[in-house]
């Protein structure tokens, strides 16, 4: 199995749908993340977890729900998209929130290109 | 806060010649820094490393080396193929009250035979 999988790999969604992307990582990491790639701009963190808390939320939209059962998993809830959401949403993982540059390697996915229409 | 800056391409090179891609940053305190690449259609593969001044990550031919007082991590490779077309993004580890990545814009390499 690979260190992180992400699904689905490709979705299309109108702006009324409410739709889920899910990442699980196989490497005994303790936190996740949740990057958003846009065309031209650079790679955007959103959403961090560390031991299944929450630790950071960069100004990300409500219309956007994470959501992280447990150190293994992380869920992406979609809900009301706009057209200009539409980008390669990414997952990574790391052994924990970096306390040292030992373990502060993110393990990324092969991500979820996301459409909205 | 942090940031990165990297030349954004796309880079066009013949296969065999030598690569450079600039990479600078600022940052508060001394960060890990990063390359990944993305090849097309895939996620985001760590390609090296360097954790403080003057350390040289490498992998596959690459190499990188933390400059402090010029505060830069360029990569380069001696000798570049095909197989190396991709987009190649540098990256600055958790710090500055941020627990993720910073990454530059990625530059897009071109390799032609």
């Known amino acids: 199995e690979t260190g992180v999988t992400q699904t689905p790999r490709h979705l299309v969604m109108g702006m009324t749908n409410k739709k889920s992307l899910k990442c699980e990582q196989h490497l005994g990491h303790n936190a996740m993340y949740w990057y958003k790639q846009s065309a031209k701009k650079p790679l955007e963190l959103m959403f961090v977890y560390n031991f299944k808390e929450q630790t950071e939320n960069n100004s990300v939209p409500s219309r956007f729900s994470p959501e992280c059962p447990n150190s293994s998993h992380l869920f992406l809830h979609l809900h009301t998209l706009q057209p200009e959401d539409s980008a390669l949403y990414l997952c990574?993982?790391?052994?924990?929130?970096?306390?040292?540059?030992?373990?502060?390697?993110?393990?990324f996915g092969p991500g979820t290109r996301l459409t909205v229409l | 806060g942090n940031s990165v800056t990297q030349m954004e391409g796309p880079v066009t090179l013949s296969e065999e010649a030598f690569l450079t891609i600039n990479c600078t940053y600022t940052a508060t305190g001394y960060p890990s820094l990063f390359w990944y690449v993305q090849y097309p259609g895939e996620g985001l593969q760590l390609l090296l490393k360097a954790t403080k001044a003057d350390d040289k990550g490498s992998n596959k031919g690459f190499e990188a080396t933390y400059r402090k007082e010029t505060t830069s991590f360029h990569l380069e490779k001696g000798s570049v193929q095909v197989s190396d077309s991709a987009v190649y993004f540098c990256a600055l580890g958790p710090g500055g009250g941020a627990d993720g990545l910073t990454f530059g814009k990625g530059t897009h390499l071109i390799i032609q035979p």
């Open positions: 990574a993982s790391s052994q924990e929130i970096a306390r040292a540059r030992s373990t502060d390697t993110q393990y």
